[in-house]
């Protein structure tokens, strides 16, 4: 079974958590001319909670940042680490559009259809600049991929430059 784990920023301490995603209503809003506004809103981020020897563990939740909230994709890097939605990575591609092995380096990201791919930044150390958005769908066999994490797009945006 594929482990769903998503990764956000705290509203309350700016610190990073790992737990499970859930968009929370405060209010119900009146059908008739009334909309939700951001302050109706919580994103929250549920965890299992510290407990001693066989004592019961209460499942916590901490508000998070709704722009900070990035999905595992289910992949480790090379050092085991986990690659969550809006990782930097640097990948070796080994089967690269026909050239051999390449080196390319973008931000993770899910499309509009839920498929997995990188937003090109650099290949080989060299930037694309193009304004198309140059996309490397992670589909095919994994074995063709070596993923090293670099950061994210919210504490390095320095690694890219799109964001």
Known sequence: MREILFRA????????????????????????????KPEDE?????????????????????????????????????????????????????????YGTRCVTGAMKYDSAGNLGVVIEYIDNIPVWSDILYELNLSGDIEDYSFEVLGNIHDNPELLKRY
């Open 42 to 98: 919580e994103h929250i981020i549920l965890y299992d909670n510290f407990a001693d020897w066989n004592m019961p563990r209460e499942i916590t939740y901490a508000p998070v940042y709704k722009t900070t909230v990035g999905q595992y994709i289910g992949m480790r890097d090379r050092t085991g680490k986990r690659i969550f939605e809006d990782d930097v990575v640097k990948i070796a591609v080994t089967h690269f559009e026909g």
């Open 9 to 36: 920023k705290r509203a309350d301490n700016g610190r990073w958590i790992e737990g499970y995603y859930m968009y929370h209503l405060n209010r119900m809003p009146s059908p008739v001319g009334d909309g939700i």
